[in-house]
């Protein structure tokens, strides 16, 4: 059984920064594909970022030049890192595994990762 548990989260001032990581147990991560997403209040769920299993990234565009994705195969863990962090960043975090093996190139449509996990909230307030 696949399991994904974020950590990391937590209430940060405008300007702040935090690293949210994504621990992957029940498969080895190397040959997948996984994304952050994210769901402010009263919204639908976006994109945030994605990394294919050969380390093409891409990020959503209100997050580029703040925010960068990692991953480290041998921790089967997934990376974050949230730099100048804004108010409207304010939303519960979610890491997603597409469960495809090598895909080409990098998805950014909830609907394309099989596996999720539980969220950690994320406040940016003063």
């Known amino acids: 059984q696949v399991q994904l548990v974020e950590s990391g989260g937590g209430l940060v001032q405008p300007g702040g920064s935090l690293k949210l990581s994504c621990v992957v147990s029940?498969?080895?991560?190397?040959?997948?594909?996984m994304a952050w997403f994210r769901q402010a209040p009263g919204k639908e769920r976006e994109f945030v970022a994605v990394?294919?299993?050969?380390?093409?990234?891409q990020l959503a565009r209100s997050v580029e030049g703040r925010f960068a994705i990692s991953r480290d195969n041998a921790k089967n863990t997934m990376y974050l890192q949230m730099n100048t962090l804004k108010p409207e960043d304010t939303a519960v975090y979610y890491c997603?595994?597409?469960?495809?093996?090598?895909?080409?190139?990098?998805?950014?449509?909830?609907?394309?990762?099989?596996?999720w996990g539980q969220g950690t909230q994320v406040t940016v307030s003063s």
């Open positions: 029940g498969r080895p991560i190397g040959s997948h594909g």
């Open positions: 990394v294919s299993w050969s380390g093409t990234t």
């Open positions: 997603a595994l597409d469960g495809r093996s090598f895909l080409f190139g990098v998805r950014s449509e909830a609907s394309e990762f099989d596996h």
